[in-house]
């Protein structure tokens, strides 16, 4: 079932993107919703349970996720935080670079879901949210003239089942290594999320809709934070 999520969180997102592409505020604007929502996933549930234990130097494993996702965008050129990119700067990105990243980013949020009991947890929502608006970006990407082509499609399946191919490989892990990968996807989460958030306005004004939008997103994470046994 929880496979069957992440895949169609990306599918549900690219065929929207393929659609409603061109809407590029309603994207960024459920970006910033999804980001609400995502630090404070990170925040109240991921943290907590990374430094419930004493598992030393697990600080230098979130700093790691951090560093990680920069290093990651300069492959996917922004995908995860809102940067729409079009055919026209196609020079700017290349399919492969694009694969690659996405991949990696997908298949290590997967692997903390290795052991997963509950269906729907604060860390599977928050991937599933998230999940949804780099997906229409990425359709919106990748169509052209309402179409998708053979790459395209190599593009999308490597990404929806990335994260499922974390979490399969996931259960032959050690399970004591999983806080550790909890923490890097810690990192990169919070390194997407705050970029989402505080990403500077036009002449550093209040962007009171901005603000709107994450709070939505905060609520809404809360409400699954007051509901959800731990």
């Known amino acids: 079932m929880i496979i069957l999520l992440l895949i169609l969180s990306v599918l549900i997102g690219v065929f929207l993107g393929k659609f409603f592409g061109e809407r590029e505020k309603f994207a960024k604007n459920l970006l910033v919703v999804s980001a609400g929502f995502l630090i404070t996933i990170c925040l109240n549930e991921v943290f907590p349970q990374v430094y419930s234990g004493e598992h030393h130097n697990i600080g230098l494993w979130v700093i790691?996720?951090?560093?990680?996702?920069?290093?990651?965008?300069?492959?996917?050129?922004?995908?995860?935080?809102?940067?729409?990119?079009?055919?026209?700067?196609?020079?700017?990105?290349?399919?492969?670079?694009?694969?690659?990243?996405?991949?990696?980013?997908?298949?290590?949020?997967?692997?903390?879901?290795?052991?997963?009991?509950?269906?729907?947890?604060?860390?599977?929502?928050?991937?599933?949210?998230?999940?949804?608006?780099?997906?229409?970006?990425?359709?919106?990407?990748?169509?052209?003239?309402?179409?998708?082509?053979?790459?395209?499609?190599?593009?999308?399946?490597?990404?929806?089942?990335?994260?499922?191919?974390?979490l399969l490989l996931g259960k032959y892990f050690n399970p004591d290594l999983e806080v550790y990968f909890l923490a890097l996807v810690g990192g990169i989460f919070l390194h997407i999320s705050s970029v989402i958030i505080f990403e500077s306005n036009k002449n550093h004004n209040v962007d009171w809709q901005k603000i709107g939008f994450v709070t939505l997103g905060i609520l809404l994470a809360m409400t699954g934070h007051l509901f959800h046994q731990h």
């Open 64 to 166: 790691g996720g951090v560093l990680l996702q920069m290093l990651l965008e300069n492959l996917t050129k922004g995908f995860e935080h809102g940067h729409f990119h079009h055919h026209t700067e196609g020079k700017n990105i290349l399919p492969l670079a694009l694969m690659v990243g996405l991949f990696v980013h997908a298949f290590l949020e997967g692997i903390p879901l290795a052991n997963e009991k509950v269906i729907l947890s604060p860390y599977l929502t928050g991937i599933l949210v998230h999940n949804i608006p780099i997906s229409f970006i990425l359709g919106a990407f990748l169509v052209k003239n309402k179409k998708f082509s053979a790459s395209s499609f190599l593009i999308i399946a490597i990404f929806a089942l990335a994260s499922p191919f974390g």
